[in-house]
C-alpha cells in the first residue's frame, strides 16, 4: 500500500472525550489519506470496476450543549476498484458551515438536541434555521458528480467522485421553491438518468417535490401541501409515480408554537402517501391512507396494475421508551437503535382505482438500510440488501440478503466488535440475474483497530467475503453510500 496524509483538519474535540457517538466505533477522522495499491485478503474480481461512495457523520468540533450522531461534519470515503486492484481516499465535505467553524476554530452551531438560540451563529442554514447544514447524510453520483445532503435539508453539495474534489454547490438547489432546499435521499432513477428530490420546511406548503433532469437542470417542481410541519426523511418512485409521504410523527404543534422543537409520535393519525406522475401538477395529487407509523426508509416502488407497490421499514414502535436499567445518556439515543424502533420490511400497495390501501409485513426481523440493484429502481424486483442493529446502538453488526418472492433470508455476522456500513449491490458487467454482481462495504474493527472494505459475491453472501482490503486507519462507523460504475464516471 502507498499511502499518503493529504491534510490533516484541526480538532477541537477533547482528548478525554467519553461521547458514545465520538469514541469507539463512532470515532472521528480527521486525516485525509489517498492511499493507492491497497492490501487484498482473498482475490477482487477484475470485473468489479467502479466506486464505492459513504458519506460519514465525523465531527471536527466539540459540540455546543449535546452531540447528536447526526450532527458530524460530512465525510466522504471512497474505495475505488479496477483490473482487480483498490484505491482509497476520503475527504471532509467542505459545507459553508464546515469553514465557518474552521475560521472560528471552534464550534458555532448547535445539533438536534439543543435549541438553535445557542448557537453562535442562530440564522445558520437547515431546516429549523440556527443549524448547521453538515451535509453529512446521503451521497449519490448524478450527472458524473458526487451530491451530499443533510436530512434536516439544505444544500446538496459536490464534489468530483473520482478525486473528492469540492466542485461548490449544486445549481439547482436554488430553482427549487423549498425555502430550506433539498432533502436528503435524492432519489436517482438509473433508466432515465433523472434525479427526483424533495424538501421540507415549517412554512406553508410545508413539502416540495421537483425533478433534476440528466443534465442537472431542475425541469419540474410543484408544492405537496401538508397539514402542518413534517418530518419526512425518504421518498420514493415507480415508473410513473413519485411517492411522497406525511407521517405522524412530527415536532409537536403544542410545543412548536413556542419555538420548541420536539418530536411526538401520534399514533391516532393516519400514515398518508402522495402518489404523483413524475411531471404531474400538485392537483395530479392522490393521497393514500395508512397504518400509523414511522418510516426512515422505504427500500423500491413499483406498478403492479392498477396498484402501487410501496416497501420500506415499518417501525413498529416509532416512539421507544426508556429501557429499564439504561443509562440517561444511551437513552437519549434509542431512536436511532432500530432493536428499539423495530424497524422492519413492510408493503403497501395502493389500489389507484379504489383509492384503499393495503399492508402487509414482509419480514419479523429487525433490519433497515436497504439497498437493490439500482437497475430495478422503480421497477419490479426481487432482492434487498439491509443491514441489522447491534441491539442498543446505531452500529450495524450484519448484512441480510431479503429474497422477497420466497421470504428466505441470508444473513453474514461482521463479527465482534466490527460494524459495516449501509452495502450497495454492484452489479457485474453483463449480468445475467438481479443479483449477479458484488457487494460492498467498509467496516469498523475497534478489538482489531482497523478498517477494511469487504466485497461480497451476492449470490453467495453466507460464505462470506471473497475479499478484504485493509484502509489505511481504522474510520469512524457511517452510514448512507453508493455505488457508481466506471461507466457512469465519464472516465
Ligand atoms: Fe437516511
Not at 76 to 105: C, M, P, W
Not at 280 to 308: C, K, M, Q
Request: charged share 25%; with cysteine.
Amino acid at each position: 500500500m502507498h499511502a499518503r496524509v493529504v491534510d490533516t483538519v484541526d480538532s477541537t474535540i477533547p482528548a478525554d472525550d467519553r461521547h458514545p457517538y465520538r469514541t469507539g466505533a463512532w470515532a472521528p477522522n480527521h486525516r485525509e489519506w489517498d492511499a493507492d495499491d491497497l492490501e487484498v485478503e482473498g482475490d477482487l474480481p477484475d470485473d468489479l470496476d467502479g466506486i464505492y461512495l459513504r458519506n460519514t457523520e465525523n465531527p471536527v468540533h466539540d459540540s455546543i450543549g449535546l452531540y447528536h450522531p447526526f450532527d458530524g461534519d460530512g465525510m466522504v470515503h471512497q474505495i475505488r476498484f479496477g483490473d482487480g486492484r483498490a484505491s482509497y481516499r476520503n475527504r471532509f465535505v467542505r459545507t459553508d458551515g464546515f469553514l465557518a467553524e474552521r475560521d472560528e476554530r471552534g464550534p458555532l452551531w448547535t445539533g438536534v438536541y439543543d435549541v438553535p438560540e445557542n448557537s453562535r451563529r442562530p440564522e445558520g442554514w437547515g431546516a429549523r434555521g440556527g443549524m448547521k447544514d453538515a451535509s453529512s447524510t446521503d451521497i449519490i453520483v448524478h450527472n458524473g458528480v458526487a451530491l451530499t445532503t443533510f436530512w434536516q435539508c439544505g444544500e446538496a453539495y459536490q464534489l468530483d467522485p473520482l478525486t473528492l474534489a469540492d466542485e461548490g454547490k449544486a445549481d439547482w438547489v436554488h430553482d427549487f421553491p423549498s425555502p430550506t432546499g433539498v432533502s436528503a435521499h435524492t432519489k436517482l432513477d438509473e433508466r432515465t438518468g433523472e434525479l427526483l428530490i424533495f424538501g421540507y420546511s415549517k412554512e406553508a406548503p410545508y413539502m416540495h417535490y421537483g425533478v433534476v433532469d440528466p443534465a442537472g437542470q431542475l425541469v419540474h417542481s410543484i408544492d405537496v401541501p401538508l397539514p402542518g410541519p413534517r418530518l419526512p426523511h425518504d421518498m420514493a418512485f415507480t415508473e410513473h409515480y413519485a411517492i411522497l409521504n406525511d407521517l405522524p410523527l412530527f415536532w409537536d404543534p403544542a410545543f412548536l408554537a413556542d419555538g420548541v422543537h420536539i418530536p411526538n409520535f401520534f399514533p391516532d393519525v393516519p400514515t398518508r402517501f402522495a402518489v404523483v406522475p413524475r411531471r404531474g401538477a400538485t392537483s395530479d395529487i392522490r393521497w393514500f391512507e395508512a397504518d400509523p407509523t414511522y418510516v426512515l426508509h422505504w427500500i423500491n416502488a413499483y406498478e403492479d396494475g392498477d396498484e402501487i407497490v410501496l416497501d420500506g421499514f415499518f417501525q413498529h414502535r416509532p416512539m421507544p421508551p426508556k429501557r429499564d436499567g439504561e443509562s440517561k445518556m444511551m437513552s437519549l439515543y434509542r431512536y436511532v437503535d432500530l432493536d428499539q424502533l423495530q424497524a422492519r420490511p413492510h408493503r403497501w400497495r395502493f389500489n389507484l382505482v379504489t383509492g384503499e390501501t393495503t399492508e402487509e409485513s414482509l419480514s419479523d426481523r429487525v433490519m433497515e438500510f436497504g439497498m437493490i440493484n439500482g437497475a430495478v429502481g422503480g421497477q419490479p424486483y426481487r432482492y434487498s440488501y439491509n443491514m441489522t442493529g447491534k441491539p442498543g446502538w446505531f452500529l450495524f453488526d450484519g448484512l441480510v440478503k431479503h429474497d422477497l418472492q420466497t421470504g428466505s433470508e441470508e444473513r453474514y455476522d461482521f463479527g465482534q466488535g466490527v460494524y459495516g456500513s449501509e452495502t450497495p449491490f454492484a452489479p457485474r458487467p453483463n449480468a445475467t440475474a438481479e443479483d449477479d454482481g458484488y457487494l460492498i462495504t467498509f467496516t469498523t474493527d475497534v478489538e482489531r483497530d482497523r478498517s477494511e472494505c469487504l466485497v461480497f459475491e451476492a449470490t453467495r453472501l453466507s460464505e462470506g467475503p471473497i475479499a478484504r482490503v485493509r484502509l489505511p486507519e481504522r474510520i469512524s462507523s457511517g452510514t448512507h453510500s453508493c455505488w457508481t460504475p466506471a461507466s457512469a464516471l465519464g472516465g
